[in-house]
């Protein structure tokens, strides 16, 4: 399966153990993860500014994210589909990836529930999901 995590997941997975390093951990192993610049630069600056990890760790993981994700430029996106639009560049990254799924907790973006054959989820239905698969 295609994925777009949402920053908010992988920053989560760094700060805690918990649900979001698990469904991390599995989309890394067993999915093709996607991402963009403004998505790893968004999750660069919230391990830093966020959770406070020093910046060698945050290059770290940048580092990871980029040799084990695709890394695509998000099409445009219209600009009324999304309520906030700093929401905009990863609706447009699962267009571009033809993503199947988008993992997220951020509600602006959960009440869509779809964007045309991507479902929008949290981890928790995401993990869910997976495990009735």
Do not use: W
């Amino acid at each position: 399966m295609k994925l777009v995590l949402d920053a908010n997941v992988v920053v989560a997975a760094f700060a805690s153990h918990g649900l979001c390093e698990a469904v991390f951990e599995l989309c890394l192993d067993s999915h093709h993860l996607l991402v963009s610049e403004e998505l790893l630069g968004e999750i660069y600056r919230n391990l830093r500014e966020k959770i406070g990890l020093p910046e060698s760790t945050a290059g770290q993981i940048d580092g990871l994210l980029r040799d084990t994700c695709e890394l695509l430029t998000p099409l445009p996106a219209v600009t009324d589909v999304c309520r906030d639009p700093d929401d905009l560049h990863v609706i447009g990254l699962a267009a571009a990836g033809n993503a199947d799924f988008l993992i997220t907790g951020d509600n602006d973006l959960l009440i869509l529930k779809n964007i045309g054959r991507c479902r929008i989820l949290t981890p928790r239905q995401f993990a869910d999901f997976i495990h009735k698969s």
